[in-house]
């Protein structure tokens, strides 16, 4: 079995009617073969969308309310709707499921961020299928760019699971705009690399119930195989499509939906947690030698090769790492803005005589950095 841990996102779109009320059917029969799959003896995460629109059908809504307020209101009202479905079908095929919210800031901090994996671990070490979702009721930057793609991608490196599945409303990803008919118009089964020709593929916003769409896909795409994790993104509302995409993925056909192959190198979870939980504070910028170094070489950062930088911030923050005209990485610093003002371009003996105290030879460490510069560039 190549893929034992599952991850399955599923968004509002797949999940709920027209009218914005639950689809109770699609509900049934996604629940049941998760069931399935966890019969077979793999391990099943669940990361659904839905209390919005839960809770625009309790709350009189025909249409997704303008208004963070009233969208905050509807995720506390269909929260708990949600779960309530969820753990009565799961139940029904005797199953058992765990309600698990999460922000943004909680896979940010390190602390929140292990406890999260620990939870996570000890619920599927029980048989308990978690069913976890963005808190919407305290976020409001998530709810604005329909996330729920991203933490999925950010969950499954956290429990290293070996194979996201998206389920969409779309069959995957097209190499145009799948609503206009074209002849042109194809599938794209298998991507190896995600390079900028992939991204441009993406299309714009998707349905009125959902916030997600295919620009935040491909984001979550990124995520996943830097994490060594498999991601596929498949059709949510065609029967038994999560069976079949698991069988696809099993058997490496790629004759259904759209499946991203892993990166070579696998970050490791600390890496993972720098690289796509943390926000910048400010950002490095750095001189060609420096850049080659740190790209192909896997130095660590000294001052002498800093240039300039932008933003405020103290040691312990993360920043971007750029060469000046793209960015190459992101890195927890040992110094401070107005500290690594002052010492930039001098040599690493020079810090203590320039500052009047010494903390580390090096801005940034190796082991709390991330590059992902291409190293045929340099």
Not at 350 to 370: A, T
């Amino acid at each position: 079995m190549d893929f034992k841990r599952i991850v399955v996102k599923v968004g509002s779109s797949t999940i709920s009617n027209q009218n914005a009320k639950l689809n109770f059917s699609q509900l049934d029969a996604l629940v049941r073969q998760l069931v399935d799959l966890e019969n077979q003896g793999r391990e099943m995460i669940l990361v659904s969308s839905g209390a919005i629109a839960a809770g625009m059908g309790e709350l009189g809504y025909a249409k997704k309310p303008v208004s963070i307020p009233e969208q905050q209101a509807c995720a506390a009202v269909g929260q708990g709707v949600l779960i309530g479905i969820y753990n009565k079908f799961f139940r029904e095929y005797g199953a058992k499921c765990a309600q698990i919210l999460l922000t943004s800031s909680d896979l940010g901090n390190r602390n929140r961020y292990l406890n999260a994996f620990n939870t996570l671990k000890t619920l599927i070490d029980h048989g308990v299928i978690p069913v976890i979702n963005e808190n919407d009721t305290v976020v409001t930057n998530e709810i604005k760019v329909g996330d729920n793609d991203t933490l999925a991608a950010r969950v499954a490196g956290l429990v290293e699971a070996d194979l996201l599945i998206n389920l969409s409303d779309v069959p995957g990803l097209y190499n145009g705009n799948p609503n206009k008919k074209s002849d042109e118009l194809k599938l794209i089964s298998k991507v190896e690399k995600i390079t900028e020709e992939i991204e441009k593929m993406a299309g714009g916003k998707g349905s009125k119930v959902g916030t997600g769409g295919m620009e935040t896909k491909i984001e979550a795409a990124k995520i996943a195989v830097n994490s060594g994790v498999v991601m596929i993104i498949g059709p949510g509302q065609e029967k038994n499509s999560l069976l079949q995409l698991v069988e696809m993925a099993e058997n490496k056909d790629f004759d259904f939906g759209t499946t991203f192959l892993t990166a070579k190198d696998r970050l490791s979870k600390r890496k993972q947690w720098l690289n796509f939980n943390l926000a910048p504070m400010g950002k490095i910028i750095v001189d060609q030698g420096a850049a080659k170094a740190l790209v192909k070489r896997g130095k660590s950062l000294l001052p002498g090769g800093i240039v300039d930088l932008t933003g405020e911030f103290n040691s312990g923050d993360p920043v971007t790492i750029s060469d000046g005209k793209q960015e190459i990485g992101k890195g927890i610093v040992n110094y401070s803005s107005d500290e690594i003002e002052k010492i930039k371009g001098a040599h690493s003996k020079e810090i203590g005589n320039i500052l009047g105290y010494f903390n580390k030879s090096e801005v940034i460490h190796r082991d709390n950095m991330v590059i992902g510069g291409d190293k045929d560039e340099y």
